[in-house]
């Protein structure tokens, strides 16, 4: 069966605190793992898709990476605004149907 | 243009109503998405429409019903819906190619509230 577990579930953190979230997945055929924002009662906002393991993404201050059976969403000096749930969801070979995991919700302290 | 609208924004409807909420996307995407989100949790995929054509339904009850009239417009009717339906109604659009479905765009999302 299709799964993806991130963790923590919430992570606190000073501003400038530099830190990761975790997806752990186990899918059949992975065509694509997604990283998505979501700021509270807004649409998730994509940030990066990832195909193979050893690929990696950046994008300001997030960096993604994937591995056979994870990703990591690493955070460089955070800020406030980078404060939201963070949804990672994989895609494997039931037609453009996404696993998502439960979300990290960070939140950033100035 | 990489932006997916939905209105309304907001809706509130008795269990007796009939209402519809509406997608558009002009990116060209012809895979179309509906989900519905409560609080806290991840999205749950309702339905996908590739090339306007119905492909998957995750076994939604018939009180919700998709259309899409073409390649840019998603509907969703909504009738004798129940207080537990009440959620964030997240439509997405994006590219596909055969069996490959590329990332999907999110639109703001209808918040819904069954009286």
């Known amino acids: 069966e299709d799964q993806v577990t991130q963790s923590p579930e919430a992570l606190r953190l000073q501003e400038g605190e530099s830190s990761s979230l975790n997806c752990s997945y186990t899918v059949s055929g992975l065509r694509g793992l997604f990283w998505y924002r979501q700021d509270p009662g807004k649409g998730p906002e994509f940030l990066f898709t990832l195909y193979s393991a050893g690929e990696e993404k950046e994008k300001e201050r997030l960096k993604a990476t994937l591995t056979k059976k994870e990703s990591f969403l690493h955070i460089t000096a955070p800020k406030p605004e980078d404060s939201a749930t963070y949804l990672c969801a994989v895609q494997g070979n039931q037609g453009g149907k996404l696993i998502f995991g439960q979300g990290t919700e960070l939140s950033v302290k100035p | 243009d990489t932006e997916v609208t939905q209105t309304p924004k907001h809706l509130v409807m008795g269990m007796t109503n009939k209402k519809s909420l509406k997608c558009e996307q002009h990116?060209?995407?012809?895979?179309m998405y509906w989900y519905k989100q409560k609080a806290k949790k991840p999205p749950e995929l309702m339905f996908v429409y590739s090339y306007e054509k119905l492909s998957i339904n995750e076994s939604v009850p018939s009180r919700f019903s998709p259309e899409c009239p073409n390649s840019s417009l998603l509907n969703l009717h909504l009738h004798a819906l129940q207080p537990e339906d009440s959620a964030l109604y997240l439509c997405?659009?994006?590219?596909?190619?055969?069996?490959?479905?590329?990332?999907?765009?999110f639109g703001p999302g209808t918040r819904l509230t069954v009286l």
């Open positions: 997405a659009s994006s590219q596909t190619r055969g069996a490959d479905y590329n990332e999907q765009f």
């Open positions: 990116m060209g995407h012809r895979a």
